[in-house]
């Protein structure tokens, strides 16, 4: 006969609650410390699971999906981030993002519009048949990745709010909430994070109100829930969890145009034949992939996008 | 302080004990990478995460090196000179293998590319000039090179080592995004080692000249 014994040692005798609950702090620490002394330095952190979003059914395959690319593993999208407002390291949105609170969540369509209003992320989720688009995504920095993200065009939004005629600019406001966000305590960037594009180019069928990814809704370290996506520019341009959408007259003070004047520009366009002033544009790392290929105009969406720029100067407009 | 007094009388047999671990402990930051590479570890950009890693520690074990002499002054730890050497030669193993990355895995030998890179990025140039200038110090770093130089000649050359730490430390400010904050840690570190040799001197200096202005007047 199996007689069960009551366990008369309470876990909290063994490890107090409070040092257990700052235990990833506390062997952060340690291993910092081990680190320098030159021992710790095997250490590794634990590989975290990608945090599983909602499925989103009833999915359309658009037509203006790439075709004929590998996609990028989910765990590379999901763990190889920049989003300052979780850290500036690459891991930090995927280690950092779990504290945001994605519903309730509304955006506020505001500015020159006949119809402003609040809208709620679930209305958003049902304002236009959902699409899987697998993009091309080229970030400033030299790398780029294959994702089937998951949205309708941003003009579904843009005819529902009608617009007036002073309309001439798109600006997205991300969150800014340093209790969720813990980036946001660092004056790396002039929070809250804003982006913004041409009416046009909001316009533009490429351009689309993202609220998902892999056929899921937006894991947190990608944006969650709702953001914007224009392939055909550098990532840096594809606002994150926005709060709100905002029709203007005047062009956008964009957040890495205010950071930097003489490295980024307001459009952003992929251009191999504009240089970033510190390293260059031409050639961009697949993740995935050991060397490197050229990168294409556009991000390979001229055919496309070309006609929005035409008598443009892209070194001047860049 | 006794365990001072105690560490200042250290055998010659456990000085090249500390050596030996030393020398095991500053290919840790090598094996972890190795280790970590057959382990998918390295990230979704492995060769960006190497080439980082390797240039983290290029920085740090020069600073190592230049912290030598300030800690040995204070502590009067005197046989902390003879892991200097071993020091700047990983500090000089490790940049070969940083800028080994940069050539290979990053540039695949696309020379004219690399070449480009070198004279329009000034990020790139920095960091190659400082590699550069590493080499002849290494390459006199034998006993027997300090001999053939000169003490005195010998130490003027290895002077070359402040400039590259400076030269280091503005690489990796310069290819920093926006987040400066390691690069200002490292250039912060740099600046109280520099400091620190700063008022060396100018107490040599004016240990000096009393006995220099004593002389003079007998």
């Known amino acids: ?145 294959v994702i ?87 990532g840096f341009k594809h606002g994150k969890s926005i709060i709100k959408i905002r029709f203007v007259e005047q062009q956008p003070k964009t957040t890495w145009q205010l950071a930097n004047p003489n490295e980024y520009g307001f459009y952003s366009n992929v251009n191999p034949e504009v240089d970033h002033p510190r390293w260059s544009q031409g050639r961009e790392r697949r993740i995935g992939e050991l060397g490197k290929r050229r990168t294409l105009m556009f991000n390979g969406y001229g055919d496309q996008v070309a006609q929005m720029y035409t008598g443009m100067d892209l070194r001047k407009f860049f | 302080m006794p365990w001072l007094t105690a560490l200042r009388r250290l055998k010659p047999e456990h000085v090249a004990k500390i050596k030996a671990v030393l020398f095991i402990a500053l290919l840790i930051p090598l094996t972890r990478l190795g280790w970590l590479a057959l382990h998918h570890g390295l990230g979704a950009n492995p060769i960006e995460y190497i080439t980082r890693s390797t240039g983290w520690w290029v920085l740090s074990l020069l600073l190592m090196t230049l912290l030598v002499t300030p800690l040995r002054r204070l502590s009067g730890l005197n046989w902390l000179l003879r892991l200097r050497r071993m020091l700047g030669l990983y500090a000089f193993f490790y940049a070969c293998l940083h800028f080994g990355i940069y050539i290979w895995l990053d540039q695949f030998f696309d020379w004219q590319g690399i070449l480009k890179d070198i004279a329009k990025r000034p990020f790139v140039t920095v960091g190659f000039t400082a590699f550069v200038c590493l080499i002849p110090l290494a390459a006199t770093s034998t006993n027997a090179m300090v001999r053939k130089l000169g003490a005195a000649r010998w130490q003027k050359l290895h002077r070359l080592i402040y400039a590259i730490a400076i030269l280091g430390v503005v690489h990796f400010w310069w290819l920093a995004k926006k987040d400066i904050t390691e690069p200002l840690i490292f250039a912060a570190l740099l600046g109280i080692l520099l400091f620190a040799r700063g008022v060396f001197s100018a107490r040599k200096a004016a240990a000096a000249q009393p006995a220099a202005a004593r002389s003079q007047t007998v």
């Open chain 1, 1 to 145: 006969m199996l007689i069960k014994r009551p366990n008369d040692i309470v876990p909290s005798e063994i490890t107090a609650k409070s040092l257990y609950d700052r235990r990833r702090q506390f062997l952060a620490g340690a291993l910092a410390l081990g680190a320098t002394a030159g021992i710790g330095a095997l250490g590794l952190s634990m590989p975290r699971m990608a945090r599983a979003g909602a499925k989103l059914s009833n999915l359309h395959k658009s037509a203006l999906s790439t075709t004929g690319e590998d996609v990028t593993p989910l765990k590379d999208a999901t763990t190889y981030n920049n989003y300052y407002e979780f850290g500036t390291g690459k891991e930090d949105p995927g280690e950092n993002s779990g504290k945001l609170r994605v519903r309730p969540w509304t955006v506020s369509i505001e500015g020159e519009v006949k119809k402003p209003r609040v809208i709620d992320l679930e209305e958003f989720l049902k304002l236009a048949p959902l699409e899987e688009r697998v993009y091309r995504m080229r970030c400033v920095e030299g790398w780029s990745m």
């Open chain 1, 148 to 234: 089937p993200y998951v949205g309708y065009a941003f003009s579904e939004v843009i005819k529902r709010a009608e617009p007036t005629g002073k309309a001439k600019f798109v600006e997205f406001v991300s969150l800014a909430d340093p209790e969720q966000m813990p980036g946001v305590k660092m004056p790396i960037l002039d929070w809250p994070y804003v982006e913004g594009l041409r009416m046009d180019e909001a316009m533009h069928p490429l351009a689309i109100l993202c609220v998902g990814m892999y056929g899921e809704t937006l894991p947190n370290p990608n944006g969650a829930p709702v953001r914007v996506i224009t392939p055909w520019k550098y």
